[in-house]
């Protein structure tokens, strides 16, 4: 199974040009920024400072597109259900960040 494992991922690097590990780290180094902000926005409703809601607001968005960026720039021959996929993860994401702002401003 590990040995399929590594055979995917460098065809993946092989084919597309993206270096699964690279990805992941990019996703797993964004993510302090991105619940960091969340928390940020919140508290920042929270107190009426709509600036440092929209700064954080800018980290939240570089945190989100960060990964999928790296992919866009160095990847090549990438199948249009992966532009989907990723349309479709970062509108979750977005849909799921203003889900929780709002239910933090009924509180």
Known sequence: MLV?????LTNIQRNHGVNPLIFGGLYLVCALPFW?????????I?????????SYGIILSIAVVTPYLYVAIFGRNLP????????TIVSYSAWSVLKKIRRSQKV
């Open 36 to 44: 960091v902000s969340i928390y940020k926005i919140i508290a920042a």
């Open 46 to 54: 929270k107190n009426r400072n709509s600036r440092q809601a929209i």
């Open 80 to 87: 249009l259900w992966f532009w989907f996929l990723i349309v």
């Open 4 to 8: 399929f494992i590594k055979e995917w």
